[in-house]
């Protein structure tokens, strides 16, 4: 149906070197090959999980915006937006919470390292987890089936969160679809040739780690101190580097240079030249790369009210996606516009309560009954009459306890017999003997449907 890429970035930090070549670059490049249908947002509702601090948020949503558009993305040729400046991804998220089964959003890592962390530090497993956390993968579907993206790119620690909103979104569609996918079916799209850089320290360049290089933050100095304090071994300049290919500062210099100009990086180490000596071509390079942005990105930080016109130019484009489609979600659940004669319960209903199950009720005459319901409605079986509704209970429980149920039913038309209590199970219709076998089958498979479920 569409080839859509849609992409979000959580504003809760400075962009970093890592941010950059890992998300920021591959994404403006795509968007300016050819006919791309391209979303990028910021995320600024996930942000909220993670960061307490109105200053740092508004801050952060201020810089990572200036820091797309510097890095060359052009907002007229992309839908480019703020998360939180569309009201309908919010209220599909509620939407598809309530069709979420809460065991799938267990398994997700972010929440399970929190509930980790905190058994390992002898706390209570849910200390300092909020719902936002727990539900994250929620709202990150509705940001995805929202505009029915089908490529998302995102870094591995991601792939989990696109695999729960396929989910998600199946489960909607089992439920309201009515027989079709409502959704696109989205993809996790992991770029392998996107190097992962290594921070100051030698990890992973990340923020939690506090070893980022800062892209545009703190100017050419700041560029030039950071690199000053990558760390390297203790070779004097004039030894050779013969692992010059795995040494940081090459992996640094390779996400940035044409593979010759790295090669001749790597030869030079290799060759015995000295860190400091690569540190400075290092950073030539890097200046030759940033500097032009890193002046754009300056004027724009300088121009917030333009950022803000960009942005709100985005989401009325998001928008006129948005809120049609999510009319036809709100029909398809029953919140559709204005009141509607009444109509009989859908399919969606009986879906909803797919499993046989027993129904007690109570007869005029004050005795108690029960019922066994299929799958999808049918009355399998009608019990005889009990004084009272414990009574009731306790033959439902006997049933329900039974192991081999087809042991435990005696099918002699014209009625059901539970084994060991003879008038007890009735069904209501079954009168030839072999509508009686076929009454106990029905019967006998609901109970193992029944029984596979606890
Ligand atoms: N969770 C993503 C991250 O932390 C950001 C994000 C939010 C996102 N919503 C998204 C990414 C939708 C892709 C699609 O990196």
Same mark, same amino acid.
């Given at each position: 149906?569409? #080839? ?55 801050? #952060? ?31 599909? #998220? ?8 809460? !065991? ?7 929440? =399970? ?7 390992? +530090? ?7 987890? $909020? ?87 703190? !100017? ?34 390779? +996400? ?77 659940? !029953? ?15 009986? =879906? ?29 079986? $009608? ?70 479920? #606890?």
């Amino acid at each position: 149906m569409t #080839s859509r890429i849609l992409t979000g970035i959580t504003t809760s930090g400075t962009p970093h070197l890592g941010n950059y070549v890992g998300a920021i670059r591959p994404a403006v490049q795509a968007s300016q090959r050819g006919n791309l249908d391209a979303f990028y947002f910021m995320a600024d509702f996930h942000a909220l999980i993670k960061c307490g601090d109105p200053a740092r948020l508004q801050r #952060s949503r201020l810089e990572i915006a200036a820091t797309w558009l510097a890095a060359g993305l052009d907002p007229a040729r992309v839908t480019f937006y703020r998360q939180s400046d569309i009201p309908e991804i919010p209220e599909l #998220s509620w939407i598809l919470t309530c069709v979420t089964p809460k !065991g799938l959003m267990n398994r997700a890592h972010a929440y =399970k390292a929190s509930v980790d962390q905190n058994l390992a +530090s002898q706390e209570d497993p849910d200390a300092g987890i $909020t719902m936002g956390l727990f539900s994250y993968p929620v709202l990150m579907a509705a940001d995805i089936l929202m505009f029915n993206a089908l490529h998302v790119p995102v870094g591995r620690d991601q792939i989990q969160h696109i695999e729960m909103a396929r989910d998600i979104a199946q489960r909607f569609s089992h439920l309201y679809g009515n027989g079709k996918e409502r959704f696109v079916l989205p993809e996790a799209l992991v770029d392998e040739s996107v190097a992962t850089l290594p921070g100051l320290d030698g990890r992973k360049m990340s923020k939690s780690y506090n070893n980022t290089i800062p892209l545009f933050e703190g !100017g050419a100095k700041a560029l030039k101190d950071a690199i000053g304090r990558i760390v390297t071994d203790s070779r004097a300049p004039g030894e050779p580097k013969t692992d010059a290919a795995q040494s940081h500062l090459y992996i640094l210099f390779r +996400s940035f240079a044409s593979e010759q100009a790295s090669d001749t990086f790597k030869a030079d180490l290799i060759a015995g030249m000295g860190w400091g000596d690569a540190k400075k071509v290092l950073l030539d390079l890097l200046e030759t790369d940033i500097a032009p942005m890193r002046e754009r990105y300056e004027s724009l930080i300088a121009r917030p009210d333009d950022i803000e016109d960009i942005l709100q130019d985005g989401a009325r484009k998001a928008r006129r996606i948005a809120t049609p489609f999510l009319a036809e979600i709100r029909e398809a659940i !029953g919140l559709g516009k204005g009141m509607k004669p009444a109509a009989k319960e859908g399919k969606a209903a009986k =879906k909803a309560a797919k499993a046989p199950r027993f129904v007690s009720f109570r007869e005029q005459d004050g005795s108690f009954k029960f019922r066994l319901l299929s799958a999808d409605g049918k009355t399998l079986l $009608t019990s005889a009459a009990f004084a009272d509704a414990q009574a009731a209970g306790q033959m439902i429980a006997r049933i329900r306890a039974c192991a081999a149920p087809d042991q435990c039913l005696v099918a002699s038309a014209p009625q059901l017999n539970w084994m060991d209590e003879g008038r007890i199970a009735a069904s209501a219709e079954a009168v030839s003997e072999e509508q009686a076998q076929q009454a106990r089958q029905a019967i006998v498979d609901a109970l193992r449907a029944l029984n596979a479920q #606890s």
